[in-house]
């Protein structure tokens, strides 16, 4: 059984700062790659920013320059640091993680946290 839990959502205003925070715990052999996701009400989930187990990363276009995507490889922790942020960024953002997981065999399964609501008023 594998959990990911995600903190550090909350409410700031236009051109302040969060960091999130996703811990992944439970019978993990391997974490392949951890991601966030936001959804916006009416909108589809979206991806904002991924890192690899080789340590590369990929940013949505609208966050480039202003999220950071960041591993604790030893503590399965991502973070999103998250600067200038204005109200389109608001959203529910989902912590996603490519877990192998061992037991009687190690395979591959894509687990989601329960999401942290970030509001960015103007």
């Known amino acids: 059984h594998v959990q990911l839990v995600e903190s550090g959502g909350g409410s700031v205003q236009a051109g302040g700062s969060l960091r999130l925070s996703c811990t992944a715990s439970g019978n993990i052999f391997s974490i392949t790659a951890m991601s966030w996701y936001r959804e916006a009400p009416g909108k589809q989930r979206e991806l904002v920013a991924a890192s690899r187990s080789g340590g590369s990363t990929g940013y949505a276009d609208s966050v480039k320059g202003r999220f950071t995507i960041s591993r604790d490889s030893a503590k399965n922790m991502v973070f999103l640091q998250m600067n200038s942020l204005n109200p389109e960024d608001t959203a529910v953002y989902y912590c996603?993680?490519?877990?192998?997981?061992?037991?009687?065999?190690?395979?591959?399964?894509?687990?989601w946290g329960q999401g942290t609501q970030v509001t960015v008023s103007s």
């Open positions: 996603h993680a490519n877990i192998v997981v061992e037991t009687t065999m190690r395979l591959e399964y894509q687990f």
